[in-house]
């Protein structure tokens, strides 16, 4: 098992930035890729970004490219999500995943263990 939990949501407005963070306990954070996905009212679960067990290899929404920049620190077993130039259309429930493998997942299916989530409310 692993347990998540991430930090760091909150109203901002337009062109501000927010970082969040998700803290991993149980097993072994590095074995683990990360993702995070997002979720506006009446909207399906999207991915924003993804990042591999190692750090290395990293994909991002086409969404968030340029404005939005994961990372990840195995030593802390945390996860960060640096989200900058916000726009009100990020406003969402933003959520972190884990998920065994020696790459990364776009598809929230392959993820085996979920944040409880954190609202990040972006103001015009």
């Known amino acids: 098992q692993v347990q998540l939990a991430e930090s760091g949501g909150g109203l901002v407005q337009a062109g501000g930035s927010l970082r969040l963070s998700c803290s991993a306990s149980?097993?072994?954070?590095?074995?683990?890729?990360m993702g995070w996905f997002r979720q506006a009212p009446g909207q399906e679960r999207e991915v924003v970004a993804a990042i591999s067990p190692s750090g290395d290899t990293i994909y991002y929404a086409d969404s968030v490219k340029g404005r939005f920049t994961t990372t990840r620190d195995n030593a802390k077993s945390t996860g960060y999500l640096q989200m900058n130039r916000l726009k009100p259309e990020d406003t969402a429930i933003y959520y972190c995943a884990a998920g065994r493998g020696p790459y990364y997942y776009i598809r929230s299916a392959e993820y085996d263990y979920w944040g409880q989530g954190t609202q990040v409310t972006v103001s015009t």
């Open positions: 149980g097993r072994t954070f590095s074995n683990y890729a």
